[in-house]
Each structure stands twice: as C-alpha cells, then as structure tokens.
C-alpha cells in the first residue's frame, strides 16, 4: 500500500499488489520493491493532467445536456425548474457513460490475460483514466435507475459479457478494467464482489454473495457462492 494512500473498509487486497491513492486503487502493476521513481512522477503528472480535462469534459457535457432539454420544459408549473436541473444532471451522467464506453475501447479496448498480468506503463494509465472516469459518470445516472437493465445494456456497451437474465447490486465492481475478463450468465452477482486479475472467470445459472471473492480463471456453474468466501476452484 503506497505512502498516503487509503484502502476502503472490507477491501482485500491481493499479495503482491501495488495500489496507490485515496481511495486506494489497484494500479495493476505486481510490486516488486525497485520501481523507478521518475515513472511515478510522470504517471502522477499525468493524473493531475487527466483530472483536469475530466472537469472541462463534464462541464461541456453538463452544457450540452442544458442546450437539449431548454426548449421541453416550457409550461410554468411549480417544480419545473427543479425538473430540468435534475434532468441537465442526469443526462449528463448518460452522456458521460456514453464517453465511458468510447474511451474503453479506444484506450483499453479488449484486454488480453498476459496485459493482465504483465501490465505496461500505458496499461496502467489507461485502466486507471478509464476506471475513474467511469466511476465518475455512473453516481448521479445510478441513484435513480438502481437495478434497472438498462446498466446490463451499458455494462455491454463497455465489453461485459452479460444477458438481460442476469442481476448485480453494485455497478461500481464492473469498472472498464474488469469487464472484459468476466462471464455472466442467468446469474446474480451481490455486492462488493472482487475479481482477481488473470484468465476469464465465468459465471452461468449462479448466485455470487456479498464480498465474495473469485480467483481468475474459474467457473462457477448451477452454484451459490456464499458471501466473504475465496473460491479457488471451479464449482459445478
């Protein structure tokens, strides 16, 4: 765990992982005790930099979304000016997510297992950009839609491998970075659940508990996982 950094209440953090930041995330590189000081400077820099144009791209999006809905809400009654500030923030965060999937393809695009485990600088970077803009995006939109179908088509959009049959409580465990080495079929996924890094880990006609944690390359099929438990080994 990096100097200054803070890791969430009930996060595992797997051996040997670096994570940095507050809250702490897994930078996806393996710790090896010799990194070079001068990538960190400039992998730091470039957050700064990334956060910044994060801010005047919801801010552009935040006026698109006023320009859209100024002409719809025209009759004077009495919260239609609460109305359209809640629809300006919503269709925002619809408008955000929609950047999310282009900037998930265009910078990560479909992970393989060895960028997984051997991850460059630029791997990093953009799962890290990826991940933060995501999560930035989903609040606002996830408030009101909670459990909807509508996050399975825009999980899909991102590259999850999901039907409508499936269920999840918790959006914010499908970051950009994790879509692609996941399988989900008929199943139901609970709450804070973590995936390791590694091969594809599939999921069909099963329920995964809360704060389960699933090693990479498993299968879990016709089978409950229960909550705060490790699977190693498949299950059928």
């Not at 719809?72 to 609460?82: C, F, K």
Request: hydrophobic share 45%; with cysteine.
């Amino acid at each position: 765990v990096d100097k200054l950094s803070v890791v969430p209440e009930g996060a595992k953090v797997p051996s040997r992982t670096y994570v940095s930041g507050n809250p702490a995330l897994d930078s996806g590189r393996e710790f090896r005790g010799n990194d070079v000081h001068c990538l960190s400077i400039v992998f730091k820099v470039s957050q700064i930099l990334w956060l910044i144009g994060e801010v005047y791209l919801f801010f552009w999006l935040f006026l698109i979304s006023k320009l859209a809905l100024s002409g719809l809400l025209t009759t004077a009654w009495r919260y239609h000016v609460l109305m359209y500030w809640i629809l300006a923030v919503m269709s925002t965060s619809f408008l955000a997510l929609l950047v999310s999937a282009g900037l998930k393809w265009l910078m990560i695009g479909r992970r393989t297992t060895n960028e997984r485990m051997n991850p460059s600088s630029w791997v990093s970077f953009a799962d890290w950009a990826c991940d933060y803009h995501f999560r930035a995006s989903v609040n606002l939109l996830y408030c009101g839609s909670l459990l909807s179908k509508i996050w399975n088509v825009m999980l899909k959009l991102h590259g999850l491998d999901i039907d409508l049959k499936s269920g999840f409580t918790n959006v914010y465990d499908f970051p950009p970075s994790v879509v692609d080495q996941v399988s989900i079929k008929r199943s139901f996924i609970g709450p804070l659940v973590s995936f390791r890094s590694g091969e594809r880990i599939e999921i069909v006609d099963s329920t995964v508990g809360v704060s389960a944690t699933l090693e990479p390359g498993i299968k879990v099929h016709r089978s409950t996982v229960r909550a705060f438990c490790e699977v190693h080994d498949s299950i059928y």
